[in-house]
């Protein structure tokens, strides 16, 4: 166990829909990041938060937005579904996403999105 | 970022050691050289990261050469549970960890 939790585990929902999807870092850790893993995109890096401040942006479409709120957990919003958006969704903290590169993540055990 | 190479998949037999290469030609002098491991239907874990020298943890060992333009992973001996995808990763400045294909290890019974 990874002391990440990622709710829910699966969902279900139809194109043009919104969603939000959750995650509680680990005790302690105050940076989060979210990634995308599909069968032919494998592991994208979307988005990273540090207490409550957007750090860093990757692949992240413009119907994807999120949040990182005072107690440190984050919601992950994609909006206008398409079919292309089913995907594993995993988010992972570490314990301050410094300048250095020497910092472990821990990854949640993942959202299954099916867009149906 | 520092771009990394690593073979698409390799086999092992069980209870033998395997070797993961990676090759990261571009990397600067304060980049770190990170390792995860992502089991089928699992989020990635991480299995060990080391910036010169090699490191050896209860997981495996990184064997970093002396130019730092390529590393090793070595798992003494491969069990089934590490049947899995390695990840060869440098981390950009800010800790962005920008994943490739990785390396699909099987373990052979």
């Not at chain 2, 771009?3 to 571009?26: G, R």
Request: proline share 4%; with cysteine; hydrophobic share 30%.
């Amino acid at each position: 166990d990874s002391g990440v939790t990622q709710t829910p585990k699966h969902l279900i929902t139809a194109t043009g829909q919104r969603v939000t999807l959750r995650c509680s870092p680990r005790s302690g850790d105050l940076s989060v990041y979210w990634y995308q893993q599909s069968l032919d995109q494998g592991l994208q890096f979307l988005i990273q938060y540090y207490n409550g401040e957007e750090r860093a942006k990757g692949n992240i479409l413009e119907r994807f937005s999120a949040q990182q709120f005072p107690d440190l957990h984050s919601e992950l919003n994609l909006s206008s579904l398409e079919l292309g958006d089913s995907a594993l969704y995993f988010c992972a903290s570490s314990v301050t996403g410094s300048r250095a590169t020497n910092e472990k993540l821990f990854f949640g055990s993942g959202t299954q999105l099916s867009v149906l | 970022d520092a771009k990394t190479t690593q073979p698409n998949s390799m086999e092992s037999n069980e209870e033998e050691p395997v070797h993961l290469p990676c090759n990261h030609s571009t990397i600067s002098g304060t980049d770190y050289i990170h390792w995860y491991r992502q089991l089928p239907s699992q989020g990635p874990e991480y299995v060990i990261h080391g910036l010169t020298s090699n490191v050896n943890n209860r997981m495996a060992s990184l064997a970093i050469a002396e130019d730092r333009k390529s590393s090793t992973l070595i798992l003494h001996r491969a069990t089934l549970r590490d049947a899995a995808v390695y990840y060869c990763i440098l981390p950009s400045t800010g800790n962005q960890f920008y994943f490739g294909t990785g390396t699909s290890l099987t373990v052979i019974p």
